[in-house]
Each structure stands twice: as structure tokens, then as C-alpha cells.
């Protein structure tokens, strides 16, 4: 099975900081990885696919880079609204199986 | 635009079956997406649990397999979940997502992210 780990565990940020988050599968999985923010109580919410490619109504301050192994989420500007936990997660088609990292949560400096 | 809700009982008891239920609105579940179970232990991360297609074709995360069964409804446009032998390790949330699918006039093409949640139902095991 492949598995993520994600760097930092957790990071303190001020707003208008630029923030960088990074996952590494075990194994190359090309491009197939997606992050996702997550704020309390709440569902997990898109924001990149396929490593770089921004989800429709993202704003344009989050990017993701990378393929293989070694994976980036940055966020260029903080803003109040993006202290939350991010995960990264990839896919691997044969056999079918999907995966986590363990979270990144961002918080207010 | 679709959205996914799920359903069932909050509160099981150990040994018995959790089960619950995500019903699609707004668009088909025969749509060439698959459909899949993700859950969230309290203060934990996200555990991919399986997923199933509308032709009832499923995959199963190997740590989960010997105990999850997911079915689909058709005619009721609605997937289900069921664990069996829960201990407390399994009280979390539960949530239902749709893996991303584009589709040309020839061919569909999978991103394996998940576009849509639904809003989560807390599961506790106790006594």
C-alpha cells in the first residue's frame, strides 16, 4: 500500500504569510495526487487535483506542484479564512486504492 | 448540482453492524463516477474506507476489507455502507463523496479526487 506523509505536522502563520505544505508518497505516483482543506465540523473541501490543477471556485492563491513522489501545496498570501487543516491524498489505479496523509493544520501566529 | 446526504443510525452497539446510507440528488448514481465511503475518527485524519460503481463493481481499502460491504440502489439513486464487528476504534465520522470523472463523447477519464461531500454523520460505538 502506498502511504503519505506530510510535512510540517502543523505550522503557526500570519496573515499575508506564504505558506508551504509538502507530501511524500512512498512510491511514484505521477501526477495523481489531490489537497483538500478541512475547517472543524466540516466536510473536507477540493481545492487541487491531479497535483497542480486548481478545483473550479478555488482562489487563485492556492497552487500545487509536483509528480512522483515529492508533492507541494503553497498558498501565497494567507488569508483569515485559510487556517484549517490541509490533506494531501493520492489515487493508484490498478489495483484501485485511495489514500491520505496524515494533515497539516495551519493556524494563527 | 449533485449532493450527497447521509443517513443512518448514530449510535451502534460493539460486535453489532453500522450501517448507513448517502443518497444522491440532482444527479444520477448511474453517472460514470465512482461513489465512495471516507470516515474520521474524533480529532483524527481521513481513512478512505471503499467505493462502489453503478454496475456494483467495488473496491475495498485492504485494512477494512474483511468487514465492509457497499451496495448500490438504482431505483432509490442511493449507496450504502455496512461494517461489520465494530469496536470503538470505529465511532467517527462518516462521509460519503463522489470521485471527479470527466467524459468526453469516447471516453471518461478519473482523477481519483473526491468533488463532492456530503455533510458527514457522527457514528458512535458504545454500549
Known amino acids: 500500500a502506498i502511504q503519505l506523509t506530510q510535512s510540517p505536522s502543523s505550522l503557526s502563520a500570519s496573515v499575508g504569510d506564504r505558506v508551504t505544505i509538502t507530501c511524500r508518497a512512498s512510491q511514484g505516483i505521477s501526477s495523481a495526487l489531490a489537497w483538500y482543506q478541512q475547517k472543524p465540523g466540516k466536510a473536507p473541501k477540493l481545492l487541487i487535483y491531479d497535483a497542480s490543477s486548481l478545483e473550479s471556485g478555488v482562489p487563485s492563491r492556492f497552487s500545487g506542484s509536483g509528480s512522483g513522489t515529492d508533492f507541494t501545496l503553497t498558498i501565497s498570501s494567507l488569508q483569515p479564512e485559510d487556517f484549517a487543516t490541509y490533506y494531501c491524498q493520492q489515487f493508484n489505479s490498478y489495483p484501485r486504492e485511495i489514500t491520505f496523509g496524515p494533515g497539516t493544520k495551519v493556524d494563527i501566529k | 448540482q449533485v449532493q450527497l446526504q447521509e443517513s443512518g443510525p448514530g449510535l451502534v452497539k460493539p460486535s453489532g453492524t453500522l450501517s448507513l446510507t448517502c443518497a444522491v440528488s440532482?444527479?444520477?448514481?448511474?453517472?460514470?463516477?465512482?461513489w465512495s465511503w471516507v470516515r474520521q475518527p474524533p480529532g483524527k485524519g481521513l481513512e478512505w474506507i471503499g467505493e462502489?460503481?453503478?454496475?456494483?463493481?467495488?473496491n475495498y481499502n485492504p485494512s477494512l476489507k474483511s468487514r465492509v460491504t457497499i451496495s448500490v440502489d438504482k431505483s432509490k439513486n442511493q449507496f450504502s455502507l455496512k461494517l461489520s464487528s465494530v469496536t470503538a476504534a470505529d465511532t467517527a465520522v462518516y462521509y460519503c463523496?463522489?470521485?471527479?470523472?470527466?467524459?468526453?463523447?469516447?471516453?471518461?477519464?478519473?482523477?481519483?479526487?473526491?468533488?463532492?461531500w456530503g455533510q458527514g454523520t457522527m457514528v458512535t460505538v458504545s454500549s
Open positions: 462502489i460503481y453503478h454496475s456494483g463493481s467495488t
Open positions: 440532482g444527479g444520477s448514481i448511474s453517472s460514470s463516477n465512482w
Open positions: 463523496a463522489r470521485v471527479q470523472t470527466y467524459c468526453s463523447s469516447t471516453s471518461c477519464y478519473e482523477d481519483g479526487a473526491f468533488d463532492i
